[in-house]
């Protein structure tokens, strides 16, 4: 077993490796250890012995560092043990327990909001989310609330062409600047929702969890039945039909938002709403 002296060491390797997986690609040890304010003698240490133990990978035409094999086999090993569903499955039973609605656990996956978790009430409501299912991450509450705290050109890149914007039903943002003005408002909400964008007669009520570097890991929802008002002869003169029916439920919000703090704080986590 090492000494407590080599605890210091270890928290450096790691931060280390943070640094790494923050970015988009391999970078030199003076960024690395003018991030972590490190001395340079201390960073190419940590980095020689992260690179001879498989966690970096040194490209020295580039004098770059970059994630190593280890690394990408240890995340893999994360997935395998299906983390994020094991820690969020309790939260979603109690959530459920409350307000007697489905709820949902989703991540992104590209432009896509896949479902890897749906706990039902003891009358269950028939819906098309279900484990294993994706729909448009864009229509989607769940979807929303992760993409309103993506930075604006990784939002444009998921989105790059007006064919990204499929529709389901007569509602939904139908081009980026739409999606933009929604993703705004529901940002400032701290709150995103879904009526009737989905499946005529339900809405769904979403909130964000988010990973140690405050960036969306997954979103916590609840969806119940709605029937929205018809829209207004103006609206459906303009072909542009309202994005919701107006309805944002904040004490519903309340709740979903309480269990995704909880699972934030469980990942080890850290806030990026900003509030």
Known sequence: MGSSSEVPALRRGLAVLRVLAARPGPVSAAVIARELELPRSTTYHLLAELTESGFVTHLPEERRYGLGVASFELGSAYLRHEPLERLAGPLLRDLVDRVGYNAHLGVLHGNELLYLIKERPSRPQTLVTDVGVRLPAQLTASGRAMLAHLPRNQVRALFPRGDSFVLRTERGPRDLPELRRLLTREHRM???????????????????????????????????????????TAAAESGR????????????????RATADELTNRIGGRSGRGD
């Open 190 to 232: 701290g709150w995103s929702v879904e009526d009737g964008q989905i499946t005529e007669g339900f809405a769904s009520v979403a909130c964000a969890a988010f990973d140690h570097g405050g960036r969306p890991t997954a979103a916590i929802s609840v969806t119940m039945r709605h029937h929205c008002e018809p829209l207004g």
């Open 241 to 256: 039909p309202r994005a919701t029916c107006g309805e944002n439920w904040p004490e519903l919000a309340r709740l979903v």
